[in-house]
């Protein structure tokens, strides 16, 4: 079965770039769309952004002239660089995996891990 | 602020039916789904298009969606099913994805 893996710093200083790597185990990252998504200590859920298999991209409005993601198809990877990232940034970061068809979303069924990242002054 | 809006909280008592309600212009003429997530866990998608249940998810849990307002229903609520509970919708005029606030699912 298929399984997210997110790795990366866990502490970034402000005003740097934070940098993550999500690993696509057991299953082609073909045909899917990939997600991260965000969650503050104590707070609810705020999507990033996702990208599709052909490198199409769609990022949350309050984050894109922040966010970009990325694709690796020969690494089974998909990544995200966050810039000037604030104490406002830190939070349990996910990856999701998500399948659209005929114009809609079948929700973001396998999750990884999560793994978190503060933002030091 | 948050485009969908949860309630902060909903409780129960074991075997009986839990509604948890999302509302939200975004929910008009979109899907919505639910995710459940227990401390210290990573959330796990328990509705998808507003009805559907992905395999392996209990027969109690069931969704609805009506004009602006979407419906996550557990019946037969059993105290593994305590969790915080969020919906999902789809902004087609932007095209991202908004969660609502959450809801903390108690089973007292």
């Known amino acids: 079965q298929v399984q997210l893996q997110a790795s990366g710093p866990g502490l970034v200083k402000a005003s740097e770039t934070l940098s993550l790597t999500c690993t696509v185990s057991g299953g082609s990252i073909s045909s899917y769309y990939w997600n991260w998504i965000r969650q503050p200590p104590g707070k609810g859920l705020e999507w990033i952004g996702f990208i599709y298999y052909s490198e199409s991209t769609n990022y949350n409005p309050s984050l894109k002239s922040r966010v970009t993601i990325s694709l690796d198809t020969s690494k089974n990877q998909f990544s995200l660089k966050l810039s000037s990232v604030t104490a406002a940034d830190t939070a349990v970061y996910y990856c999701?995996?998500?399948?659209?068809?005929?114009?809609?979303?079948?929700?973001?069924?396998?999750w990884g891990q999560g793994t978190t990242v503060t933002v030091s002054s | 602020s948050n485009e969908l809006t949860q309630p902060p909280s909903v409780s129960v008592s074991p075997g009986q039916t839990a509604s948890i309600t999302c509302s939200g212009d975004k929910l008009g003429g979109n899907y919505a789904c639910w995710y459940q997530q227990r401390p210290g866990q990573s959330p796990v998608l328990v509705i998808y298009?507003?009805?559907k249940r992905p395999s392996g998810i209990p027969e109690r849990f069931s969704g609805s969606n009506s004009g602006n307002t979407a419906t996550l229903t557990i019946s037969g609520t059993q105290a593994m099913d305590e969790a915080e509970y969020y919906c999902q919708a789809w902004d087609s005029n932007t095209a991202y994805w908004v969660f609502g606030g959450g809801t903390k699912l108690t089973v007292l």
């Open positions: 999701a995996r998500e399948l659209w068809e005929h114009g809609a979303g079948y929700g973001m069924d396998v």
């Open positions: 298009q507003d009805t």
